[in-house]
Nanobody
């Protein structure tokens, strides 16, 4: 089992940047594919990006491609989401998620563990 704790959220103006971190407990972090999702008020949770166990493969939602970058450091059990050129429509609670399988997935039901979320608010 793995526990996930997100940090780094906050209030930023449109066009600004934020870097989210997700720290995982346990010694098997490198066995988990990781992902970021987000959920805005009144909307369903949506996929943002995912990264494979080794970090060699990444995949992004079209809405963030070219602006967001997901990365991981298995030595410190952490996955990151660098968010640049932020837009008001990026405002949401951002969650990291883990699955104990090698393949990247884009639907919430394919992830076994979730963090508590961190709020990102982008003002216009």
């Amino acid at each position: 089992q793995v526990q996930l704790v997100e940090s780094g959220g906050g209030l930023v103006q449109a066009g600004g940047s934020l870097r989210l971190s997700c720290a995982a407990s346990g010694r098997t972090f490198s066995l988990y594919a990781m992902a970021w999702f987000r959920q805005a008020p009144g909307k369903e949770r949506e996929f943002v990006g995912a990264i494979s166990r080794s970090g060699s493969s990444t995949y992004y939602a079209d809405s963030v491609k070219g602006r967001f970058t997901i990365s991981r450091n298995n030595a410190v059990n952490t996955v990151y989401l660098q968010m640049n050129s932020l837009k008001p429509e990026d405002t949401a609670v951002y969650y990291c998620a883990a699955r104990n399988l090698p393949a990247i997935a884009t639907t919430p039901g394919n992830y076994d563990y979730w963090g508590q979320g961190t709020q990102v608010t982008v003002s216009s």
